[in-house]
């Protein structure tokens, strides 16, 4: 396993590894239409032009014998009463790999780089029915904040997305 800063041209295997890892992971949690319509060419769109408005240094990719497996994206953090930390946007692995590490590796090296920047705490969201994502997280050390609850909607139907801090020192 090999995991390097994605590139531009590495975008499209991003697309297709965070639509085949939300209709991988996510069935049963969100809308089944909403899944069918993900799209690989909206979503490409969306990684291009995240891509060439933001700074997208926190975009890792890891590679199975060359062949993309997942990837993490973390940076600034959003939410406003954590503006001294750092957000962890996404991780996703392609199911054929779980149970490998890879998620593990990708979430040690975005911990890295943010070490580097002399950052201790980082978060992510994440769907509170997201049973096996929550159970990862803590295994890396992740603390849920039960009590740190943000409403979304997806695909028309409401969900509940639950904070996971992570402390990098």
């Not at 032009?49 to 953090?77: H, Y």
Request: charged share 20%; net charge neutral.
């Amino acid at each position: 396993m090999q995991i390097i800063p994605a590139s531009y041209d590495d975008l499209p295997e991003v697309a297709q590894i965070h639509v085949n890892s939300w209709k991988q992971t996510c069935v049963g949690q969100v809308p089944q239409a909403h899944l069918d319509n993900l799209n690989l060419a909206s979503r490409l769109r969306a990684w291009q032009e995240q891509f060439a408005t933001r700074d997208v240094s926190g975009l890792l990719i890891a590679r199975v014998d060359n062949t993309a497996a997942g990837f993490v994206c973390f940076g600034p953090a959003r939410d406003r009463d954590r503006q001294d930390w750092r957000e962890i946007y996404a991780i996703y692995v392609l199911k054929e790999h779980w149970g490998r590490g890879i998620g593990y590796s990708l979430h040690n090296n975005a911990g890295a780089g943010l070490r580097e920047q002399r950052l201790s705490k980082a978060y992510l969201w994440v769907l509170d029915t997201n049973h096996l994502a929550i159970a990862a997280y803590q295994r890396w050390g992740g603390v849920v904040q039960a009590d740190r609850l943000k409403d979304d909607v997806i695909g028309g139907q409401p969900v509940k997305e639950v904070s996971v801090l992570f402390n990098l020192t």
